[in-house]
């Protein structure tokens, strides 16, 4: 058990959180208990996960993409007061944590990706040096690649460019960071990887010859959020559980 304001002030100093402009507020976004014993992780605080957490009698849910964006309406109505309302009902507290959960060097999404891809990261570059630039330790056709990348999400990955092509370096951000594909095309790698795509994609990949691998939002961002509540239970001596709620997005 922790004291929760303990364990905010531990994530936020892991995830160096005050280094990141975001579009959302990271760490607590709904208080609940004043102390944590059980924690569930997902990638979205969707209602189905939120239920998950009460079945579970979690003090604490702790996702990557949880409440209040910029570009969303401000008023507690609709689905967020059925989420809310949950939340406050079981009096469990609601952990978000955005762009320094895709950041981190070792618990990260993208550094997450890079053990999956089997991959070496020697930079990062693009917004907020969030993209993470490297080398497979095991070059593969963009095909072969495709394939490696789906069976590591458990999804299908979609490629774009030369099946043929061989891939030795590689760009990657998870989540819907394809608008990053011509800048990772200017760097030289072979192929980028993000989670969405768009349909400059396909126009950049038949134009620059770096083809580009879109893996899935959700799929991309999965393994952070694991990483992060299984350290922090390791930390603290907490019971994590991550609970994935299937998203073919």
């Not at 895709?102 to 053990?115: C, I, S």
């Not at 590689?170 to 980028?192: F, K, N, P, T």
């Not at 994609?201 to 393994?223: D, M, P, Q, R």
Request: glycine content about 10%.
């Amino acid at each position: 058990m922790v004291k929760l304001q303990e364990l905010l002030d531990y994530t936020q100093q892991l995830l160096a959180v005050e280094r990141y402009r975001d579009y959302a507020p990271n760490g607590l976004q709904v208080e609940g208990k004043g102390e944590v014993r059980r924690i569930v992780s997902g990638v979205t605080a969707s209602l189905a996960l939120l239920e998950a957490a009460v079945d579970r009698k979690a003090d604490a849910v702790l996702v990557h993409h949880g409440y209040f964006w910029k570009s969303e309406p401000a008023g507690v109505v609709g689905m967020k007061q059925r989420r809310i309302k949950l939340l406050l009902r079981h009096d469990i507290n609601l952990l978000a944590y955005h762009l320094p959960l895709d950041g981190h060097p070792e618990l990260g999404n993208n550094a997450q990706l890079a053990y999956l891809l089997e991959a070496e990261i020697d930079n990062w570059f693009g917004e907020q040096n969030l993209v993470a630039e490297g080398r497979l330790r095991k070059p593969a056709t963009l095909a072969e690649l495709a394939e490696r990348v789906g069976n590591a999400l458990g999804r299908p990955a979609l490629p774009l460019g030369d099946p043929a092509k061989r891939v030795t370096r590689i760009a990657w951000c998870s989540g819907g960071a394809q608008g990053m594909h011509y800048e990772a095309a200017l760097r030289g790698v072979d192929a980028y990887i993000s989670g969405e795509v768009s349909e400059q994609n396909a126009h950049i990949a038949a134009e620059t010859g770096v083809a580009y691998l879109a893996a899935g939002h959700h799929a991309t961002e999965k393994f952070g959020v694991q990483a992060l509540g299984a350290h922090l239970a390791e930390q603290f001596g907490l019971d994590h559980r991550f609970v994935d709620i299937a998203n073919p997005v």
